[in-house]
């Protein structure tokens, strides 16, 4: 039951985050949706040089990357919905091994609080949107994708902050500038999270989606 449980929390909290980023800016009269392309970049929209107060943070245990691969065709569901599972074309090994590794840097520095590492692994969209929700919010200190990043991130435990860093790649689906990554979680959970081909590999939302 306890490992159970905490599969529930971490599937929570991984799906949750994306939603509290478009409810946690106070007063904010509108929402902002979408996820797209990127670049890394080294100003205010939250490249390498943006400073969260929460840089330095405390080193959480993370979990290693895996890159079973085996393609899409292993998520598949009966009778389910398979549009992530169908979408576009297989890629080869290198692309999902590329993308793969974007992600779960991503999601380490997020569990080590590492907030311009963050931002740095995320599509140029998804940064100017954490920006327009710093404008919109009542706290002034707001600046950067780095400082609003770690203010709409909610406090998890250690046990949580790891099992959202496990990956264990097995697709990367593409068409055109769109691709989607699907891999195993914590659990043996299946997500997805829209990933951006620039500047090799950007992941093009605040959060994964679970697909079971």
């Known amino acids: 039951m306890r490992g159970q449980g905490t ?3 971490a599937a929570l909290a991984a799906a949750v985050l994306l939603t509290l980023a478009f409810a ?20 205010q929209d939250g490249g390498k040089s943006d400073k969260g107060s929460g840089a330095s943070g405390p080193k959480a245990q993370t979990a290693p990357l895996e890159v079973s691969g085996g393609g899409s065709a292993q998520y598949r569901v009966r009778r389910g919905d398979n549009s992530i599972q169908e979408f576009g074309e297989e890629s080869d090994e290198a692309a ?10 991503y999601l380490v520095a997020r569990a080590e609080e590492d907030w311009p590492a963050a931002c740095a692994n995320l599509a140029e969209t998804v940064k100017e949107q954490l920006q327009v929700l710093a404008s919109r919010s009542e706290r002034s200190n707001l600046r950067g994708c780095a400082a609003t990043l770690e203010a709409l991130t909610p406090r998890l435990p250690p046990s949580v902050r790891r099992e959202l860093t496990i990956v264990d790649a097995g697709s990367l689906r593409i068409e055109g500038e769109r691709a989607f990554l699907i891999y195993r979680g914590a659990e043996g959970a299946t997500y997805t999270v829209q990933m951006v081909p620039e500047d090799g590999w950007k992941v093009g939302s605040l959060a994964a989606t679970p697909l079971s």
């Open 24 to 43: 946690a800016c106070g007063s904010s009269d509108s929402t902002t949706t979408g996820s797209s392309s990127s670049q890394s970049g080294t100003g």
């Open 96 to 105: 999902l091994k590329e993308a793969a590794s974007v992600l779960h840097d």
């Open 7 to 9: 599969r529930s929390v």
